[in-house]
């Protein structure tokens, strides 16, 4: 990853100066740049959007439009029955979970909805609450996809990744497969498994070599060990439903998860913005394509400057990688004792002798998506010209609010 940052400093400056803060941008050139990559790097197999990561849907259909990408991944069901009703997509699995009855229902009573938009299940009793809104003999099918459980269990109650499914096992997902089989009104036309330990931490933290050679340890073992258990679900699965799709992967793992024959599809979002938590992965780094300007508003020291608001936390364990970080101008770091404040941050190092009030401090989120509840708007930024596009929140929609 190389970025010029003196040209990007001016260009975007230029762009949006007649713009008030906070202004939140995309540069279109580096997000393209960054949705070839990955279709680059997925290796001829079809990637899904993350709209978790995206949140506009502006540029869900800017990347939906280049070869290689194709489908959507939701994290509401709410969400992806707007994202089908408007015309963004006709193909939507939601990553998790609903317990959406109003959501369910309107489902389950539209064919059209039904036919497009695939929801998530790893236990029986996910089907029951869709039979108690919408009788099975009454509605469309409805489709699913199973929820495998990615982690990795080395030894005993050792557990390392994130609390997902309780569907671990080929024997547990086909135990699941065969339930759904057996019961009318429902269609399982997929398998979804999220290697989080792998496609969502970063190898190379700077300044933890520790930390990271036991990352690194850890996940060229948990890899082979997920790779033939995917590949077992999938044929227990098989035995009782003909899957239209193996789901796997995020933006760290594309080349990885992609490279498993058990894998028909790739997921992929983070990666089309860059945001600073992949900065720490050695095999892949986005370039930076979403940013968010802050204005100078007074000057408390020689090398203090204080901008508007900042606190714009990423969500995750509370640390300091869910900070935003402050990108240009160069050389600008926060007050140990105050980090990035909901009204107001300031911030030290020499660069802050040279700002005045007025003048703007660029900033990168720490995710992806979560930069767009912040905002009404994204700024398209071609070249030095800014193109406004609504994100969700922009549009009325708050689907995790």
Same mark, same amino acid.
């Given at each position: 990853?190389? /970025?010029?940052?003196?040209?990007?400093?001016?260009?975007?400056?230029?762009?949006?100066?007649?713009?008030? /803060? +906070?202004?939140?941008?995309?540069?279109?050139?580096?997000?393209? %740049?960054?949705?070839?990559?990955?279709?680059?790097?997925?290796?001829?197999?079809?990637?899904?959007?993350?709209?978790?990561?995206?949140?506009?849907? /502006?540029?869900?259909?800017?990347?939906?439009?280049?070869?290689?990408?194709?489908?959507?991944?939701?994290?509401?069901?709410?969400?992806?029955?707007?994202?089908?009703?408007?015309?963004?997509?006709?193909?939507?699995?939601?990553?998790?979970?609903?317990? %959406?009855?109003?959501?369910? *229902?309107?489902?389950?009573? %539209?064919?059209?909805?039904?036919?497009?938009?695939?929801?998530?299940?790893?236990?029986?009793?996910?089907?029951?609450?869709?039979?108690?809104?919408?009788?099975?003999?009454?509605?469309?099918?409805?489709?699913?996809?199973?929820?495998?459980?990615?982690?990795?269990? +080395?030894?005993?109650?050792?557990?390392?990744?994130?609390?997902?499914?309780?569907?671990?096992?080929?024997?547990?997902?086909?135990?699941?497969?065969?339930?759904?089989?057996?019961?009318?009104?429902?269609?399982?036309?997929?398998?979804?498994?999220?290697?989080?330990?792998? &496609?969502?931490?970063?190898?190379? +933290?700077?300044?933890?070599?520790?930390?990271?050679?036991?990352?690194?340890?850890?996940?060229?073992? &948990?890899?082979?060990?997920?790779?033939?258990?995917?590949?077992? &679900?999938?044929?227990?699965?098989?035995?009782?439903?003909?899957?239209?799709?193996?789901?796997?992967? *995020?933006?760290?793992?594309?080349?990885?998860?992609?490279?498993?024959?058990?894998?028909?599809?790739?997921?992929?979002?983070?990666?089309?913005?860059? +945001?600073?938590?992949? %900065?720490?992965?050695?095999?892949?780094?986005?370039?930076?394509?979403?940013?968010?300007?802050?204005?100078?508003?007074?000057?408390?020291?020689?090398?203090?400057? /204080?901008?508007?608001?900042?606190?714009?936390?990423?969500?995750?364990?509370?640390?300091?990688?869910?900070?935003?970080?402050?990108?240009?101008?160069?050389?600008?770091?926060?007050?140990?004792?105050?980090?990035?404040?909901?009204?107001?941050?300031?911030?030290?190092?020499?660069?802050?002798?040279?700002?005045?009030?007025?003048?703007?401090?660029?900033?990168?989120?720490?995710?992806?998506?979560?930069?767009?509840?912040?905002?009404?708007?994204?700024?398209?930024?071609?070249?030095?010209?800014?193109?406004?596009?609504?994100?969700?929140? *922009?549009?009325?929609?708050?689907?995790?609010?």
């Amino acid at each position: 990853m190389f /970025t010029d940052r003196t040209a990007l400093h001016q260009r975007l400056d230029s762009a949006t100066g007649h713009l008030e /803060t +906070p202004v939140a941008v995309v540069d279109l050139a580096a997000f393209d %740049d960054n949705a070839e990559r990955l279709s680059g790097r997925a290796g001829g197999k079809p990637i899904r959007v993350a709209s978790k990561s995206v949140r506009c849907r /502006t540029l869900l259909e800017r990347v939906l439009a280049r070869p290689g990408w194709h489908g959507v991944m939701a994290y509401t069901l709410p969400e992806a029955i707007w994202l089908v009703r408007t015309g963004v997509t006709g193909d939507v699995l939601v990553a998790y979970p609903t317990a %959406d009855r109003t959501a369910l *229902g309107e489902l389950a009573a %539209d064919p059209e909805l039904a036919a497009a938009i695939t929801i998530m299940v790893d236990h029986p009793s996910q089907l029951d609450l869709i039979d108690a809104v919408a009788a099975p003999g009454g509605r469309s099918p409805v489709r699913l996809c199973i929820d495998l459980d990615a982690s990795w269990r +080395p030894a005993g109650p050792l557990h390392i990744g994130v609390r997902r499914s309780p569907v671990h096992s080929a024997a547990q997902a086909g135990g699941l497969a065969r339930s759904i089989a057996g019961r009318e009104g429902f269609r399982l036309v997929g398998l979804m498994c999220y290697e989080a330990h792998i &496609a969502g931490v970063g190898d190379n +933290p700077p300044g933890q070599a520790l930390r990271a050679r036991a990352i690194r340890m850890m996940q060229s073992r &948990a890899l082979p060990e997920l790779r033939e258990r995917r590949a077992a &679900a999938v044929r227990a699965v098989r035995e009782h439903a003909d899957l239209e799709f193996v789901n796997g992967g *995020g933006t760290g793992s594309v080349a990885a998860t992609s490279a498993d024959p058990a894998v028909t599809e790739v997921t992929a979002g983070s990666g089309l913005y860059g +945001p600073t938590l992949f %900065d720490t992965y050695r095999n892949w780094q986005p370039s930076p394509a979403a940013f968010f300007a802050l204005s100078v508003v007074r000057r408390p020291a020689p090398r203090i400057a /204080t901008v508007l608001g900042g606190g714009w936390i990423a969500s995750g364990a509370p640390e300091p990688s869910r900070l935003p970080v402050p990108w240009l101008p160069e050389g600008l770091r926060f007050k140990a004792d105050e980090g990035a404040g909901e009204v107001q941050t300031p911030l030290l190092g020499a660069a802050a002798e040279r700002l005045s009030p007025g003048d703007r401090v660029w900033f990168r989120h720490a995710k992806a998506g979560e930069l767009c509840e912040h905002v009404n708007e994204l700024q398209l930024i071609d070249g030095e010209t800014a193109t406004p596009a609504p994100t969700y929140r *922009g549009e009325g929609h708050a689907f995790l609010g």
